[in-house]
């Protein structure tokens, strides 16, 4: 491992997490996958390891370490080839914990953030709607204020963790002749009258649970806002850089992954009397398909380590999601030619990986809109500033 980058610690983390998820994950994975369901033991056995609570303060029980074991964390669940598990735990941990941590009071962060922690309850970031996700200041959400309770109306689709999580992170218009600042961040408990999901099928990420979700007059308590209202959406911008990183992350990994598999079959596999890894125009392949990924990881890991040390990163994630999900999209379809038709069996990683990989363009703002915002800082030297 880079030692730039990472300690013996760090190594020693990576080998127990990957000990562990052997161990109590792997051997459930092809159940989860097929029944859209994680049950709920591993996530108690998460807590209990304090993974949920990597980078989280002590005093609500997480073990406040630097931003690396995050990075292992997120590289190793891509290493077990369950996009939608991986996607659960980091989705709970770094979509809807975070928002808890950053903008919960200190009474949600007792009641919400240090049972998140210990993986006695579950949350969902819903900010997508069914009208559409890239244009979030144009939600239609509306939260109403009436008395010492708001009354939340509306609908939110594709959000992981939305039918088995036990709470909401859910974004709505407290204002709605205005669009970004009229946006504000609630926590909903999950039997709420008036909350209901429906579960959505989907191409992969199977393991995972993504629903289509309404409220319906559902009516909490005001102390339920989180931060300040009217300023939902530069939360919602602000904790998007790290969701981007975390995608970009996720996305150099299991590229990395594919290419380790491919290699050892490439090893094995004769063709024409010889081993696949001794043709020349499967190792320039294997060359090109390794400098990209090299190149991604570096990336990555430069923009962990400002992350790490404080610096508001958003042009950077962009790129990172941007070019990272294009280049594991890339990646995995070669890989999976590299195994010719062993490579299209669902019997072989190949095969789910494709799937759970193109998610990577689409989730957490499209490569179109990350487009978008690079455009607007490298072109217009529009700057983004981080909220409190
Ligand atoms: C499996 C899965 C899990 C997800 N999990 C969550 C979650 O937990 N929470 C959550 O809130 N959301 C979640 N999402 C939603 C995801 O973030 C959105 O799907 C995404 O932001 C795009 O929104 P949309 O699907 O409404 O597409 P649209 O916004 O309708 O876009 C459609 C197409 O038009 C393009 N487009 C839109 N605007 C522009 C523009 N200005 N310029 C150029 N092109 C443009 C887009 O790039 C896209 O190609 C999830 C999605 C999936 C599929």
């Known amino acids: 491992m880079n030692s730039m980058y990472f300690t013996e610690e760090h190594n020693a983390f990576r080998q127990s997490f990957q000990d562990f998820l052997q161990k109590e994950v792997v051997p459930h994975i092809d159940k989860w996958e097929e029944t859209g369901t994680i049950e709920r033991f591993i996530w ?22 630097d931003f690396f074991y995050t990075v ?21 941990a770094y979509l809807a914990m975070s928002h808890v941590e950053k903008e919960g009071s200190e009474r949600i962060k007792t009641a919400y953030l ?48 939305g039918v088995y999580s036990d709470y909401l992170v859910v974004a709505a218009k407290t204002d709605t002749t205005s669009r970004d600042k009229g946006m504000s961040i609630f926590i909903i408990d999950r039997d709420t009258l008036g909350v209901s999901a429906t579960k959505l099928n989907k191409l992969g990420w199977k393991a995972s649970d993504t629903a289509e979700i309404a409220f319906d007059n559902v009516v909490i308590p005001a102390d339920n806002l989180m931060g300040e209202e009217g300023k939902g959406f530069s939360y919602i911008m602000s904790r998007f850089a790290l969701e981007r990183l975390v995608m970009g992350i996720n996305a150099h990994a299991r590229a990395e992954y594919a290419l380790e598999y491919a290699l050892q079959y490439m090893s094995e596999r004769q063709a024409f009397g010889k081993t ?25 890991y430069s923009i962990a380590k400002r992350l790490n040390e404080g610096q508001y990163i958003v042009k950077e994630a962009s790129m990172s999601k941007l070019l990272s999900t294009k280049i594991a999209d890339t990646v995995i379809n070669e890989c999976l ?17 494709l799937r759970d990989s193109r998610l990577g363009p689409i989730g957490g703002g499209t490569s179109e809109i990350l487009r978008e915002i690079i455009a607007k800082i490298v072109i217009d030297k529009k700057e983004y500033k981080q909220s409190k």
């Open 44 to 65: 108690k056995k998460f807590g209990e390891m304090g993974y949920f609570g990597l980078n989280s303060p002590e005093e609500y029980g997480g073990l406040q370490l």
């Open 72 to 92: 292992i964390f997120l590289e190793e669940l891509q290493k077990i080839n369950s996009g939608g598990f991986a996607a659960a735990m980091w989705a709970h």
């Open 114 to 161: 240090t049972p998140s922690i210990h993986g006695e309850k579950i949350g969902c970031l819903c900010i997508t709607e069914p009208f559409g996700g890239s244009d979030v200041a144009g939600m239609r959400t509306t939260a109403v204020k009436k008395g010492d309770t708001y009354v939340i109306n509306g609908s939110k689709t594709f959000i992981t963790n």
């Open 276 to 300: 696949l890894n001794k043709f020349q125009a499967l190792r320039h392949k294997v060359a090109d398909l390794a400098s990209e990924v090299e190149m991604c990881k570096e990336f990555n």
């Open 337 to 353: 030619q590299l195994l010719g038709g062993y490579g299209y069996m669902e019997d072989y990683p190949m095969a789910r990986l």
